[in-house]
């Protein structure tokens, strides 16, 4: 496999390093990073055929997630962060 150089400044560096996963080589994690991703729009009716009980669920978590985002947030707001 031919290899290149590439030269990064030392904040460009430490990005990459801060998201490089154990036993992962710099080349790995730049193939993941810059690698395709699919369309949002691949995702469309993933959840179809979960049950009605499951998406009720998964609403209510997400529902949770939210009143506790509201929550910290005000709570940042209060303490002028």
């Given at each position: 496999m031919d290899?290149?150089?590439?030269?990064?400044?030392?904040e460009a560096y430490d990005l990459l390093r801060g998201q490089k996963r154990p036993g992962e080589s710099f080349s790995q994690v730049v193939k993941r990073l810059a690698g395709a991703h699919p369309p949002?729009?691949?995702f469309a009716?993933?959840?179809?055929?979960l049950p009605e009980k499951t998406l009720r669920a998964i609403q209510a978590e997400r529902k949770r997630l939210r009143e506790l985002d509201e929550e910290r947030f005000a709570r940042l707001m209060?303490?002028?962060r």
């Open positions: 290899t290149t150089s590439v030269a990064l400044d030392r949002l729009s691949s009716g993933a959840w179809a055929d209060r303490n002028g």
